[in-house]
């Protein structure tokens, strides 16, 4: 069964320094796809990253990038020059290439401190 | 703009009350999705829907139902609420689930 990790169910940061949040996950497909979701306290649920497993490069967003390692099926998102703003539960999520539904993590809680 | 209205944002009802929470998206996306999500388990899938009248299972079904009349509209329907259906609920929708889903702001349903 495919499953998705999280191992740090909190983190904190300072603003405008650097954090990584882990993610890790377990499928046999070769084909596939990973996000990033953030849920602030608001608790719109906001796409913030995706990576193709077929493509090498790691995707970047603006001040969000990930370190995609799929010998490893690690997914792992950096987030610079952290932001009040960035603090809320980030979640990772899994659609396989043939699959009608996302998997997720429980998230990891990200406060970013002033 | 393009997105998903779900409403309401909050419903408090009672046990055994029939309620529909509406999904509706502007995007003309094939695929919407209702998810439910509880702390410790994080999102779950209800159900969801490939196109018009293509409607399937997901994790956690039990009294639950939809229907896609429409491309645009995806209800969830509790035809009889109990309290263990007290949850966050998100409605979803894309135009191809490799492209990631947009969301609805959530439902708060509270069943007493």
């Known amino acids: 069964a495919q499953t998705v990790t999280q191992s740090q169910p909190e983190m904190s940061v300072q603003e405008a320094e650097t954090v990584t949040l882990s993610c890790t996950y377990d499928t046999s497909e070769s084909n596939y796809y990973l996000f990033w979701y953030k849920q602030p306290p608001s608790r719109q649920m906001i796409l913030v990253i995706r990576q193709e497993a077929y493509k090498q490069q790691n995707a970047t967003e603006n001040r969000f990038s990930v370190n995609f390692q799929k010998a490893a099926k690690s997914f792992s998102l950096k987030i610079s020059d952290s932001q009040l703003g960035d603090t809320a539960m980030y979640f990772c999520?899994?659609?396989?290439?043939?699959?009608?539904?996302?998997?997720w993590g429980l998230g990891t809680s990200l406060a970013v401190n002033p | 703009e393009a997105q998903v209205t779900q409403n309401p944002r909050y419903l408090i009802t009672v046990t055994g009350k029939k309620l529909t929470v509406t999904c509706s998206q502007n995007?003309?996306?094939?695929?919407m999705s209702w998810y439910r999500q509880d702390p410790g388990l994080g999102l779950r899938q209800i159900y969801y829907s490939m196109n018009v009248e293509v409607t399937d299972k997901g994790d956690v079904p039990e009294g639950y139902k939809v229907s896609r009349k429409e491309k645009r509209n995806f209800p969830l329907i509790l035809e009889s609420p109990s309290p263990n259906q007290t949850s966050l609920y998100f409605c979803a929708s894309s135009f191809w689930g490799y492209y990631g889903y947009t969301f609805g702001s959530g439902t708060r349903l509270t069943v007493v």
């Open positions: 995007m003309n996306h094939e695929y």
């Open positions: 999520a899994y659609n396989a290439g043939n699959n009608r539904k996302l998997i």
